[in-house]
């Protein structure tokens, strides 16, 4: 499954903050951290603020902080505030959707689009910190070393 760029670092940045829910972290610490836009992340942040995922903490040491339940808040949470889950939705408007061809193809479609859905709905965010804490250290080779890159919080 291809995500969206934005859905991408909504994930990154929920992993980031749920990991330690007490402490705050800067939009540059985690950009910094996925090598991605702060300008790109702040929207991203803006969205998963209004959806009661994230809180913005103003001040010096302001920064944003995980509000959600990590066992809770699924991917599938996360998934549709960037993007539409059901592709197969404006199928019957392409060409061939009215011959058999076209409605078995719209089937399958509909049925690889539920086992997603559901994929997606059963993996929470305590979940993904396990799968997390369980990757072996990044290579140097991959851009961070195990010694440069940043502690998990």
């Not at 903490?57 to 509000?67: A, D, H």
């Not at 369980?134 to 440069?148: I, K, L, V």
């Amino acid at each position: 499954m291809k995500l969206q760029t934005a859905t991408r670092i909504a994930i990154h940045a929920v992993l980031e903050l749920a990991a330690d829910p007490g402490s705050q972290i800067s939009a540059a610490q985690i950009a910094e951290r996925y090598d991605i836009s702060v300008n790109h992340l702040a929207k991203v942040l803006r969205t998963l603020g209004r959806a009661g995922l994230v809180e913005a903490l103003r001040g010096v040491r302001g920064g944003y902080r995980f509000r959600g339940n990590a066992r809770r808040v699924t991917l599938l949470d996360i998934v549709q505030l960037f993007e539409e889950v059901d592709s197969v939705k404006g199928a019957s408007r392409e060409p061939g959707a009215h011959t058999a061809e076209g409605r078995a193809l719209h089937a399958v479609l509909a049925e690889i689009d539920d086992t997603a859905r559901a994929t997606l709905s059963s993996i929470t965010i305590a979940t993904m910190l396990m799968l997390v804490a369980r990757q072996p250290p990044t290579s140097p080779a991959r851009g961070r070393s195990a010694a440069g890159a940043s502690p998990r919080r």
